[in-house]
């Protein structure tokens, strides 16, 4: 009896690498980060292991440089704050 390939859903696959997946359908690799209590995945956008890990490395850094709670903030709030500055 035949398995077809299309039959089977795709999933990320861990790495040896902690945090660094790759999805099975495409190879594509991913990082799969906790960050204040919640998960972010990003795509590094490299089938290349060697790259991912370089860019998985880039990654996690950035994560703590954002701010989230400027996303709800409004044009006027963004336009008071800068104001103040200049």
């Known amino acids: 009896m035949k398995t077809s390939l299309a039959s089977e859903k ?26 204040e209590g919640k998960q972010k995945r ?4 490299t089938t290349d ?13 950035d994560l703590g440089k954002v701010d989230p709670s400027a996303g709800r903030l409004t044009l006027r709030e963004l336009c008071a704050r800068y104001l103040a500055t200049v």
């Open 49 to 61: 292991k060697t790259v991912a890990k370089r860019k998985l490395g880039d990654f996690q850094p």
């Open 42 to 45: 990003a795509s590094l956008e």
């Open 10 to 35: 795709p999933t990320f696959q861990k790495t040896e690498v902690p945090c660094l997946y790759r999805y099975s359908s495409n190879g594509v690799y991913y990082a799969l980060v906790k960050h």
